[in-house]
Each structure stands twice: as C-alpha cells, then as structure tokens.
C-alpha cells in the first residue's frame, strides 16, 4: 500500500484485518490527515504495532518478474501487487480557465469564495473535487447546493459553512474537527489532552487506546478546533464539531451533561484539562448557578 492518507490508512488496516499481508509506505511523516505531532506519534505507533506500517519514506518501484519490488529508506520488499492511495486532482485540462484573465495557483485552479462557490466576479462556480479544498461528500453536497443557488441569481449570496469535519475510519477512528493544530500558528491558544488508555469506558469495552487534543483560546476560552486517535472518535468528533458551531467557550461545554460510564467522559477530561490553562476568570463551579448568564434553572 503506497500512500498513509485517510483512504490508504482505511485501506491498510482492512486489508491487513482481512488477513492479507501488507506493507505501508508513505511519503508523508502524518497520516490520516492529521497534523497535531503528539497525536500523530500516538497513531503511528499504535498502527505500527499492527502492521509493517512505514510513514516518512520515499518509494521506488520496479517490475520483478511476476511481483513488484519496492524500495523504501534502507529497506525492500516484494509484493503480489500495489495498491496506490495517492489523493484526487481535478481534471482542469482543456476547460480554459487561463482566459479568466486571473493568477491560477499551481494547481490550475483560480481564486474563489468559498461562501459563494464563485470565481471573482464571473458567472462561474466551483463545487466538489474540481476546487479540492473539502474533499468529503456532505461538504461537496453543501458546495454544490451553494454553486447551483447562486448560479441561476443576479447577485450571489453568502452562505455560512458548516464547522469542518474530517473523519478516518481506522480503528479506533482518527479525525480532525474544525480549525486543527497546523492552522493555529497565528493563534494564541492552550490545548487540552486525555489519553484513552487508562479511561473508564474505554477499559470496559478492551479499547483503550487512543488519545486526543482540543484546542481553545487562551484569553477567552473559546473553543478552536480538535485532533484524536480515540475509541467512538467519529461519535466524539461529531459532537465537539457541534459545539464549536455553536461558538461555545470550553467552560460552556463542561457545563453540558456527561453520562458515566461513556467515553464521551474522556471529552470531558480534555476539557477539564483546557480549563484550567485559560486565562479569564472561570466559573467556580461547572454547574451553572441558578440565574447566571441568563440561565434557567432545571428541576
């Protein structure tokens, strides 16, 4: 398997749970489209202890009688066959947009708003693999939605995009929610971890590996963005993608009802963690007191 993405580590792992012997080379020193270096290193090595499993490495392919030799750092193999997972280019050859008479990137593509889906001032819209900026299919229906509105309409309308969503269904699941770690560079932010492998649920159910990072504001507290390795990541992705959609600060969210034993206690951990690093005043309490911010008391 050549290429350690979301699709190549999916295909890696169920390759090699389907009893099929295989070898992962990757070029790039992340995978499955993480960027966060701690969670990155904790995904590593947990595929590592599965599968020969090799990220960093630049391969080089020759024909070997019926199989295939691949050569990587100082190692080489011999397979049956190669399957490559190297990612989707547009196909913009032949399409003219050199005539737009605007600067193309180096992947040929022209500048364009993302909350319009258009290109400058052109009755042109983008959608889908062809801008490539959010590969997964419900972003693709929401551009191509957007692309067709504005399309048919004298002047476009802007359109708020949903929190980003990013999920690898390895085992446990590896995803990454609205703004992640490369992106924060520019920010002042505090990061929040728990590891899974010692968590409550997690022991319960023999899946305790994994672990995961949320990321939020320093001064204010509000909540940024996300990266894991974790048991029901996808489940605990979808909910911290809710809540930063919702502009919630962290002690808002510690706020919210964790139902013991769940995983989603694990969430709660890191936002614990987060909390104490934030610099404005903290509630004293994660209960809300009766009439504080507006809120209501329940019974």
Request: proline content about 5%; some cysteine; overall charge negative.
């Amino acid at each position: 398997m050549v290429g350690l993405g979301i699709i190549g580590l999916e295909l890696d792992q169920a390759l090699h749970r389907l009893r099929i012997k295989t070898t992962c080379v990757g070029r790039n020193k992340f995978i499955g489209g993480l960027t966060d270096p701690n969670v990155n290193k904790y995904a590593i090595a947990a595929m590592s202890r599965e599968m020969d499993f090799y990220p960093g490495q630049e391969s080089e392919i020759e024909p070997n009688e019926d199989k295939f030799s691949v050569t990587f750092g100082d190692r080489s193999v011999v397979v049956d066959g190669i399957l490559a997972a190297l990612g989707r280019r547009p196909t913009l050859e032949g399409l003219g947009m050199e005539k737009l008479g605007v600067k193309l990137d180096a992947h040929g593509l022209p500048p364009f708003n993302t909350q319009t889906m258009q290109i400058g001032n052109f009755p042109i819209f983008l959608a889908g693999d062809m801008k490539g900026e959010r590969p997964t299919l419900h972003e693709a229906a929401d551009e191509g939605r957007i692309a067709g509105y504005n399309s048919v309409r004298q002047v476009p309308s802007t359109f708020s995009r949903r929190a980003r969503l990013n999920i690898t269904f390895s085992h446990p699941n590896i995803a990454v929610v609205s703004r992640s770690y490369a992106s924060l560079k520019d920010t002042t932010y505090s990061i929040g971890e728990v590891k899974f492998d010692g968590q409550g649920r997690s022991l319960v159910m023999a899946e305790n590996s994994g672990t995961l990072r949320v990321y939020g504001d320093t001064q204010s507290g509000k909540l940024l963005g996300a990266e894991m390795m974790a048991p029901a990541g996808e489940h605990l992705a979808h909910l911290f993608s809710w809540v930063i959609q919702r502009d919630l600060t962290v002690f808002e969210v510690v706020q919210l009802p964790y139902y013991h034993p769940v995983v989603e206690e694990g969430l709660r951990t890191a936002l614990r963690d987060l909390a104490r690093k934030v610099e404005s005043t903290r509630p004293q309490f994660e209960l809300a007191l009766c009439g504080e911010s507006g809120i209501e008391c329940l019974s």
